[in-house]
């Protein structure tokens, strides 16, 4: 101490890197050379102890072991760092760049599902509406953000939870497939169906993620929001989240999602015997061979929580 | 692109950093906002996509799901990059400046036991001596670091791997507190005990820990060790590990706990028949009161693979 040398060793880290052999992918190479690095320089700069270090340890831990296939705790932890909204901006902006559509496919996350059917014109993805939940006609058209020509055939899918805070698949008291469903635009480009006003809901408080979020002193809310995939062939895909402009938490989403461009807004809508409140919402494509970008696509969050 | 601003959203980072609640304790403050600063850039730095995200968080989530009371393995994913030998090398710094004896115990790892009795001078912790082991005399002396007095009553807890690899509680073969024992030092501050010579031997390679080495093209041996405490009253504690100077994996331990002030030699015995090797292995402690740090509290890496 005393001295005027580094605090700590200043090779380990170079040495740390240094190990990794000859045969590793560069891209491996990249990535963990660069989390050590970054790892390394948190823990000199805060002087994490063992102590510490090994709370974190048991986080992890903790983490792997509450997560399934309904729920995927590592992923909530890295949410409430705002880990998963960072990358989905990268991912956007790397396929933007490339049009490079495979990249999509990881942020669908835990809610999304692949086999459901597709629904008519029209339809009604809530199944047994919950007494306090707002019925809501969702409608829009989907065009050529190059042209404006709209785009026929295009799959609009969309996934939302009910009012008591749960997906169906996380709750046995709703049917299978509620608050769930695929449509497909008409040759005017247009679709629309029935959902319910989404509504704010906690994320799983019961597990590392929650300790988290509790030793911040943040609450677990997020604001209320409609999950949407977008997809047409030759045009890049959108995968985004819209939230309702009257939800409380829009300013402190416990996974920081929002973005100024995703808020919706829900009016009345008169002369529905089913809905009283309506949602228009209008999907811009990029042609996959274009240096543009959709609207959604330039702006878009796709957390999954 | 092509625009002179930066690539990604330059506020997104302190938007989360500053989510962070009034009555979280400064230090929580100080670490996890350290920790979502180094996360970030590491994202920014090297593009990280959500796909390459979702690796990391399954890998995760698999070191939890394998953990038990016998195995760490999220401790393990840490330590192959290296992070536990820096927060022991910071945890031992800072210990030495405050003489914060508490700050020592979470290193003790995995595979220390507090529930042994205390064993004879002379006695011998190998109770099943593998064919291919090398039984050796370990002794030494304890001494003030400051004074260079005799220390007696000093504690010596001592754990190492058989000849398999496998620390005993990993291992139904080995009989219980096999190769593990605890002595006290005579009234000239001397100790000693036989004990076998040690091995190199793999960290388990079947979880994610294992993947990461072979991700990045490492072999998962460490060198031959034994593992130390050493205690006594109105002294700073030491908790260290030596190897053997003729061991392989010396220069690329798995989990980079090698310095090389802990490499020491074992030489011929002659006259004894119990062991045909020694190893004299002297301690320095410092005093709980001075500036002065041990010879080892200043150079050891207590790393518990």
């Known amino acids: 101490m005393g001295s005027a040398g580094p605090k700590y060793d200043p090779k380990f880290t170079q040495h740390v890197i240094d190990a990794t052999g000859p045969k590793t992918s560069p891209r491996i190479r990249e990535v963990i050379s660069s989390l050590t690095r970054h790892l390394h320089d948190w823990a000199r700069e805060v002087d994490l102890t063992a102590d510490e270090w090994m709370e974190g340890v048991n986080m992890i831990n903790w983490a792997g072991r509450m997560s399934d296939e309904k729920r995927n705790e590592g992923q909530l932890m890295c949410d409430v760092l705002g880990i998963e909204s960072l990358v989905d901006e990268i991912t956007y902006k790397k396929a933007a760049e490339a049009a490079d559509v495979a990249t999509q496919s990881a942020i669908l996350g835990p809610f999304f599902r692949h086999d459901h059917p597709t629904l008519p014109k029209g339809a009604?993805?809530?199944?047994?509406?919950?007494?306090?939940?707002?019925?809501?006609?969702?409608y829009g058209r989907v065009t050529c953000a190059k042209t404006g020509k709209a785009l026929a055939g295009a799959t609009i899918d969309v996934w939302q939870a009910s009012t008591n805070g749960y997906y169906e698949q996380q709750d046995p008291n709703q049917k299978d497939l509620n608050l769930r469903g695929k449509f497909v635009?008409?040759?005017?480009?247009?679709?629309?169906?029935?959902?319910?006003?989404?509504?704010?809901?906690?994320?799983?408080f019961d597990g590392p993620a929650g300790k988290l979020l509790q030793l911040l002193d943040r609450h677990p809310y997020r604001p209320a929001h409609i999950h949407l995939?977008?997809?047409v062939e030759g045009f890049k895909p959108i995968t985004t989240q819209i939230f309702d402009k009257d939800s409380k938490y829009l300013d402190d989403d416990s996974v920081f999602a929002v973005k100024d461009s995703l808020v919706v807004e829900f009016v009345p809508l008169e002369g529905d015997s089913t809905a009283k409140k309506q949602l228009q919402y209008d999907v811009r494509m990029a042609p996959l061979d274009s240096k543009a970008q959709g609207t959604e696509l330039a702006t878009s969050g796709s957390i999954n929580a």
């Open 185 to 204: 635009t008409d040759e005017n480009g247009e679709y629309g169906f029935y959902c319910i006003r989404p509504t704010p809901y906690p994320i799983p």
């Open 124 to 138: 009604n993805i809530s199944h047994d509406t919950p007494s306090d939940a707002e019925p809501v006609y969702m």
């Open 229 to 231: 995939i977008v997809l």
